[in-house]
């Protein structure tokens, strides 16, 4: 099982997610965090930009699913309601059993698979251990706290080695 934290790619908000990136990658299920990668924590609600997002990637067959850690059940259900998408929560990434639990419910293999999220440590590691596509998106809203932006500075150099191997493969 590996366990690295080095995102497969780095995109800068969700929303550079097309369906032709995803047809390129071969993807058909699309698995996400929530909290920072799909709205800002306070965000209790998803906006419209959102909405679209998820049915444009609906419209071309691609399943989306939240595999969140979020302690409070009633965050998750209450922001997929009405999103009319399926949530995996109480996740405990970085165990990667939320995913796999997810995959199997979509039915999608770990090659059509690739998970959403803004953290190394839960996020990236939790689908390098699922051997799905680790994609890693900047903390929407940005880092606010200091905490958060001490976070997001030891993040950096794991970011940078997966710039350098995307350009190599390139
Ligand atoms: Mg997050």
Same mark, same amino acid.
């Given at each position: 099982?590996?366990?690295?934290?080095?995102?497969?790619?780095?995109?800068?908000?969700?929303?550079?997610?097309?369906?032709?990136?995803?047809?390129?990658?071969?993807?058909?299920?699309?698995?996400?965090?929530?909290?920072?990668?799909?709205?800002?924590?306070?965000?209790?609600?998803?906006?419209?930009?959102?909405?679209?997002?998820?049915?444009? =990637? $609906? &419209?071309?067959?691609?399943? !989306?699913?939240?595999?969140?850690?979020?302690?409070? %059940?009633?965050? +998750? *259900?209450?922001?997929?309601?009405?999103?009319?998408?399926?949530?995996?929560?109480?996740?405990?990434?970085?165990?990667?059993?939320?995913?796999?639990?997810?995959?199997?419910?979509?039915?999608?293999?770990?090659?059509?698979?690739?998970?959403?999220?803004?953290?190394?440590?839960?996020?990236? =590691? $939790? &689908?390098?251990?699922?051997? !799905?596509?680790?994609?890693?998106?900047?903390?929407? %809203?940005?880092? +606010? *706290?200091?905490?958060?932006?001490?976070?997001?500075?030891?993040?950096?150099?794991?970011?940078?080695?997966?710039?350098?191997?995307?350009?190599?493969?390139?």
């Amino acid at each position: 099982m590996p366990v690295s934290l080095i995102p497969s790619r780095l995109f800068r908000r969700y929303d550079e997610i097309t369906p032709e990136v995803l047809r390129r990658a071969g993807i058909t299920l699309l698995l996400s965090d929530l909290d920072f990668t799909l709205a800002p924590k306070s965000c209790r609600t998803p906006d419209q930009a959102l909405r679209d997002w998820i049915a444009s =990637l $609906a &419209a071309e067959g691609i399943q !989306v699913m939240i595999v969140s850690n979020n302690r409070s %059940g009633e965050r +998750v *259900t209450e922001f997929c309601s009405g999103l009319g998408i399926p949530f995996q929560g109480h996740a405990g990434k970085p165990s990667p059993k939320g995913l796999l639990a997810a995959m199997e419910r979509a039915g999608a293999s770990r090659v059509h698979t690739a998970m959403l999220g803004d953290k190394l440590l839960t996020d990236m =590691l $939790a &689908a390098n251990r699922a051997g !799905v596509l680790a994609w890693m998106v900047e903390p929407l %809203g940005g880092a +606010v *706290t200091v905490w958060q932006k001490i976070l997001h500075a030891l993040q950096e150099p794991f970011k940078a080695v997966c710039r350098r191997r995307n350009r190599k493969d390139a």
